[in-house]
C-alpha cells in the first residue's frame, strides 16, 4: 500500500511540475525569431563576403562557426503549442508539427551542411566555402518551402 501511495506522490509531484512549467508560446516564438534574425545576419555576413573578389578568410571562419553552432539548436526551437494555434504570428507553418520527422531530417541536412561549411571556412579555402555555402542555401531553401509561410 505504500507503494501505491509513495507512487501517487511522485504523480502529483510531477503533474504540478509540468502545470508550473506551462510552455510560454509567444516568448518562445519571439525567442525563435530573434534566433533566425541572428542566424540570417550570419548568413547574410557570409554571402556578402563571398561576392568580394578576395573574401576575408576570418570573416568566413567567424560568421561560418556562429551557424555552425547555431544550426544543431533549430529543432528544439519548435516545441508543440508555438505553431499558428499559439495566436502570435509566426512564419513556422503547422507542417512542422505535423510531419515531424521529415522536418527533423530537413534540420539534420541543415546541421550537417553547417558543419561541412565551417570545416571549409577553418580550411581557409574561399572556394570550398563557396560551394558549402551553396549546399547550406539548398537545405534552408528546401526547408523554407515546406515549413514556412511565404513572406508578404
Known amino acids: 500500500m505504500k507503494r501505491v501511495y509513495g507512487l501517487a506522490a511522485v504523480l502529483a509531484v510531477v503533474i504540478g511540475s509540468s502545470a508550473a512549467m506551462a510552455l510560454d508560446a509567444p516568448a ?3 525567442d525563435r525569431q530573434n534566433f533566425y534574425k541572428d542566424l540570417g545576419k550570419s548568413m547574410k555576413g557570409l554571402f556578402e563576403e563571398l561576392k ?3 573574401p576575408n578568410i576570418a570573416e568566413l571562419k567567424k560568421f561560418s562557426a556562429a551557424i555552425d553552432a ?3 539548436k533549430v529543432p528544439a526551437l519548435f516545441p508543440a503549442g508555438t505553431g499558428p ?7 513556422a507553418k503547422a507542417e512542422i508539427w505535423q510531419k515531424q520527422d521529415e522536418f527533423k531530417k530537413d534540420a ?3 546541421a550537417a551542411a553547417a ?3 565551417n570545416l571549409a571556412a577553418q580550411s581557409g579555402d574561399a572556394a570550398a566555402v563557396k560551394d558549402a555555402a551553396g549546399k547550406l542555401g ?3 531553401k528546401g526547408c523554407h518551402q515546406t515549413f514556412r509561410e511565404k513572406e508578404h
Open 115 to 117: 558543419q561541412a561549411l
Open 138 to 140: 539548398e537545405t534552408c
Open 52 to 54: 568580394s573578389s578576395t
Open 108 to 110: 539534420a541536412d541543415m
Open 70 to 72: 547555431a544550426a544543431p
Open 85 to 91: 494555434e499559439a495566436g502570435v504570428k509566426t512564419g
Open 28 to 30: 518562445a516564438i519571439k
